[in-house]
């Protein structure tokens, strides 16, 4: 700084100029005093500047870690989410199976029951009603239904068309005066049951009743008038009537 000072001093000297040399020195070391605040300043402005550089990069460091851990978890979600998914894709897709098995189990279903025998019959003794004779076969011959056809209206015999389990009701009615009515169903000429009634008043009775029987194919059943007994129907009111059906095939 001395230095610059007297070349400064000696160039004035050279240039002619009359100059103080102690007011020269003064604005001198005001001009270096000057710079030296300047200095300071700037220094000052550099260590903030510094500072603030430092607050940001750590502030550029948390965002960074926390974008970070952001990814991590949008992955980690991701991943929940894609498991969840596959999980239920697998479990759709096993209850499309299941109800496809279920479809095709139906569709068999009403395959067997399309392709299975249909039998069912009702047919009223009408005016054939009123025999009297010893083991009378009782022909039905008002047929009301007869899927199946196997019933005979000419016969009185139902023949089973198939091996199943079927259901046969009977209902008949007589005007009872001092005389007892009876009613027998027979299987294969075999008698399974027999009804009695007995009254003197001259008013109708009926007999009712039904059994679920196992036939075999060909197997008959017919109801049967005992001996001096007798029933009663008309071909318009249907009181006596023998029904039957199958119940499913075995």
Not at 76 to 93: G, P, R
Request: net charge negative; aromatic share 6%; glycine share 6%.
């Amino acid at each position: 700084m001395r230095a610059a000072i007297s070349l400064l001093v000696l160039l004035l000297s050279m240039c002619g100029v009359q100059t103080d040399v102690s007011t020269e020195l003064k604005e001198l070391r005001d001009m270096v005093v000057e710079l030296k605040g300047r200095h300071v300043a700037i220094e000052a402005e550099n260590a903030a500047m510094s500072q603030r550089l430092a607050v940001s990069e750590y502030t550029v460091q948390a965002l960074e870690q926390e974008l970070q851990d952001t990814k991590v978890e949008m992955k980690t979600e991701v991943d929940n989410l894609k498991k969840e998914n596959a999980a239920q894709e697998a479990e759709l897709a096993a209850v499309k199976t299941r109800l496809a098995a279920t479809e095709t189990e139906v569709e068999n279903l009403e395959k067997e029951i399309r392709a299975a025998p249909k039998v069912a019959f009702s047919a009223a003794l009408g005016d054939s009603a009123g025999g009297l004779g010893g083991g009378l076969d009782l022909v039905f011959q008002r047929v009301i239904t007869n899927v199946g056809e196997a019933y005979s209206s000419t016969t009185g015999f139902f023949t089973a068309p198939v091996r199943g389990a079927y259901y046969f009701r009977f209902t008949v009615l007589d005007h009872l005066d001092s005389r007892i009515m009876s009613i027998r169903m027979h299987k294969n000429g075999e008698r399974l049951m027999q009804l009695v009634e007995y009254d003197t008043d001259g008013n109708a009775s009926y007999l009712s009743s039904g059994l679920a029987l196992q036939l075999e194919q060909g197997d008959t059943v017919n109801m049967v008038v005992p001996a001096d007994y007798r029933l009663f129907d008309n071909s318009a009111e249907s009181r006596s009537t023998f029904s039957g059906f199958l119940l499913f095939p075995l």
